[in-house]
């Protein structure tokens, strides 16, 4: 409680492990609960598959990272990627909030 937290990070082991290993499948839709019940953002790293990024936004997951979403970048990329996304949230590669 002491400790100034906003977001959580999904670590990209658990992501790489969505609909293979159900443990694994089950421990993410929990840390997604938690998050949103903390009010906290939740960012899951490590998005390669179409179908990680499907399971992740139907758990509720509000942000995504990882190569299916973008390559790594300089800043200019970054700053063209938002505004070509902020008119289609539904766009492929990019998290629905």
């Not at 400790?3 to 790489?16: L, Q, R």
Request: aromatic share 4%; net charge negative.
């Amino acid at each position: 409680r002491q400790i100034p937290v906003d977001i959580i990070k999904i670590d990209p082991s658990f992501v790489a492990g969505l609909g293979d290993d159900p443990t694994v499948t089950m421990l993410t839709k929990t840390i997604v609960q938690v998050g949103r019940d903390l009010g906290m953002d939740v960012v899951a790293e490590g998005i390669e598959q179409p179908r990680q990024l499907a399971e992740l936004r139907e758990m509720g997951c509000g942000y995504g990272q990882g190569f299916l979403v973008a390559r790594p970048m300089a800043a200019p990329g970054v700053e063209s990627l938002i505004r070509t996304s902020a008119g289609n949230p539904r766009k492929p590669g990019v998290p629905a909030a």
